[in-house]
């Protein structure tokens, strides 16, 4: 039968009737099977070990309470992870048939293991787009943000930033689901609550509880039955800092950034600032960036998901502060440079104000492999569409595509993977699409 008329039948199946039948025809199947193997006992000498093999040193009734409760609990447990399966298939608001729904999970289970690297809203948008190819992904999250209310519950409860990881369970969760939009809620009002989401404060609610906030985040995916999983890059509290360089000479020991931020100097006479949120806002281009400290230890679940990797996928998002940051804890980068994966950098579709102001696509890969070192990406996917109808934001640019590299080896893949409505955004469906193909050539 067709699989669209089957389509058709499933919604007006009345499924208990016939499961029950099932059952009726495996116990028949089963008592038809038991009749043939007793004649061929009775009739045919067989070898003194089917002597024990039946059990008939036991007395009857206890073969058949050992042989029927053995078959209880077979059942019991086939029962359990089945239903288990087929509610984690249908939830969710949408219509999708379920036949459908099945299909995509069977192809998802088999597919390939993706490691996606990055933070904030970039990396989020690749999970949406991946989750309905493959769930052998992982997530490797920075745990640099200290900003907004992420950088609040690191303040003042000594936790590792939430928010990034809470975009992420959100984008490889059902985005229908109202428990998902109650997870990206942000309060708008209400003393100590304006501005934290729901979710950072679940989070951090269960790091509290659990004690670990590893555990927290892999019980809140449980919770939002995420396709995938999501780790940190290190457990260590650690710091972003970056040196800038200066537009014109400035004589003071210490200058001032934009509203009031302090710019101290390194040894070099450059001025620097410290923390995650207060690099883009210094008004300075980027000379580089580096953690504090700097030896901080890679989280081993995040490298032996890339050394197990088909595809590492580095970005989209921020340059300095969302991607760089994984890659500057030593034991990713390590991990990076030994894999046997196909290691591809997402450059960003537009320029970042304060970060990437005025950056090619050139310029973006020089910035990351003058951090991470030569030879650690195998291609760079960009944007190939770039219309002059495009009008980004103020202060925006789009990124010009190029055919090649300076100073790089890496392959330069073009493809169309703007949003249509926002096309200074990648688009998650024509993302995923684009990397999975480039596991196929």
């Known amino acids: 039968m067709e699989r669209q008329s089957l389509r058709w039948l499933i919604p007006g199946l009345h499924v208990k009737r016939w499961l029950l039948l099932m059952l009726i025809g495996l116990a028949l199947l089963g008592l038809g099977i038991g009749y043939v193997q007793v004649q061929i006992y009775r009739q045919t000498d067989v070898p003194e070990i089917f002597y024990y093999l039946t059990l008939q040193f036991m007395d009857r009734w206890v073969r058949a309470l050992l042989v029927g409760g053995t078959g209880v609990l077979a059942f019991g447990v086939g029962f359990y992870y089945f239903n288990r399966t087929i509610v984690q298939t249908v939830r969710g608001n949408d219509n999708q048939p379920i036949l459908d729904k099945l299909w995509q999970q069977r192809i998802a289970v088999n597919g390939p293991k993706v490691v996606a690297i990055g933070g904030g809203h970039g990396l989020s948008v690749l999970l949406s787009g991946l989750k309905q190819h493959t769930m052998n992904i992982t997530a490797i999250v920075t745990v640099a943000d200290d900003g907004g209310s992420s950088g609040r519950l690191r303040r003042e409860l000594g936790v590792l930033p939430p928010g990034d990881f809470r975009m992420c369970i959100a984008a490889l969760a059902d985005d229908e689901s109202l428990v998902t939009q109650l997870f990206q809620y942000r309060f708008g009002s209400g003393t100590g609550l304006s501005g934290h989401s729901f979710g ?37 509290d650690v710091v972003l800092c970056a040196e800038l360089r200066e537009l014109k000479p400035q004589p003071e020991s210490v200058a001032n950034g934009p509203d009031g931020l302090s710019l101290e100097r390194n040894g070099t006479n450059l001025p620097h600032v410290r923390g995650e949120s207060s690099i883009g806002k210094t008004g300075y281009p980027i000379e580089r960036v580096w953690l504090e400290p700097n030896d901080a230890p890679a989280y081993p679940e995040a490298v032996r998901a890339i050394l197990d990797a088909d595809l590492v996928i580095m970005g989209p998002g921020s340059l300095f502060t969302s991607v760089m940051p994984n890659l500057l804890v030593p034991g990713i980068a390590q991990a990076i440079r030994k894999t046997r994966a196909t290691r591809v950098y997402v450059a960003n579709v537009a320029t970042e104000r304060g970060e990437t102001d005025q950056f090619t696509l050139s310029d973006h890969v020089q910035a990351l492999e003058q951090h991470i070192g030569r030879g650690m990406i195998d291609v760079v996917l960009a944007n190939s569409v770039v219309s002059p109808a495009f009008h980004p934001p103020q202060g925006v640019d789009m990124v010009q595509p190029e055919g090649s590299l300076h100073k790089s080896t890496a392959r330069v893949v073009q493809a169309d993977l703007a949003d249509p409505e926002h096309p200074w955004r990648h688009d998650s469906h024509k993302l995923a699409n684009a990397v999975l193909k480039l596991l196929e050539s």
Not at 205 to 219: D, K, N, P, W
Not at 221 to 231: F, L, N
């Open 200 to 236: 950072n404060l679940f989070i951090a609610a269960l790091a509290e509880l659990t004690g670990s906030f590893e555990r927290a985040v892999i019980e809140s995916s449980k919770v939002m039955a995420i396709k995938g999983r999501i780790v940190p890059s290190t457990l260590q």
